[in-house]
């Protein structure tokens, strides 16, 4: 059940709704899963720079091998050259991944590189400013 009155959207629900992605006036929330093998650094989520100079990054994986957890908060600027971010409130037991994100042409990519032989799994929302 969706309504517009006057450019405001009224979304009602009954039951259960999955929502992937939330787009607001001023800021937006995404969701997405990536899966990492050994090796070279894997991209899990990009967004073009435009979208957002301003950005978090909420980051929960698990290691199908070790049977391990992994969290994460990024908080994330950029200036459309370089990123600046800082990590806090990272948990794990035995979870080897480096995530890291970049300024790649006209994306922001965050990557993920593993160093043990598992495949790894990430779950991610990012949560922007617009």
Do not use: W
């Not at 937006?28 to 090796?39: D, H, L, P, Q």
């Not at 908080?75 to 600046?84: D, E, L, Q, S």
């Amino acid at each position: 059940d969706v309504t517009d009155t006057a450019g405001i959207v009224n979304l009602g629900v009954t039951g259960n709704a999955v929502v992937r992605d939330l787009i607001f006036p001023d800021g937006a929330i995404f969701t997405a899963n990536a899966t990492v093998g050994v090796g070279t650094a894997t991209t899990i989520d990009h967004f073009p720079k435009t979208n957002s100079k301003g950005f978090k990054y909420i980051i929960q994986g698990n290691n199908a091998e070790d049977d391990s957890v992994f969290t994460l908060e990024l908080m994330c600027g950029h200036n459309n050259t370089n990123i600046f971010f800082t990590r806090y409130g990272e948990l794990t037991n035995d979870f080897s991944a480096v995530i890291t994100p970049s300024i790649d042409g006209a994306n922001v990519v965050l990557s993920a590189a593993c160093s043990t032989a598992a495949a790894h799994s990430f779950n991610i929302v990012r949560i922007e400013t617009r």
